[in-house]
């Protein structure tokens, strides 16, 4: 763990987070994955 980052809450990926996204980005992403998987 490294000190410079923040307190992240459980389940929170900083390596994800790492890449310039935002929370809409990701939730877009998450539906496209769905919608892949039907």
Known sequence: MR????????????EL????????AKRNERKKEKKHQQ
């Not at 987070?17 to 809409?24: I, L, Q």
């Open 3 to 14: 000190k410079s980052m923040p307190e992240v809450p459980p389940g929170y990926d900083p």
């Open 17 to 24: 987070d790492a890449k310039p996204k935002t929370k809409s």
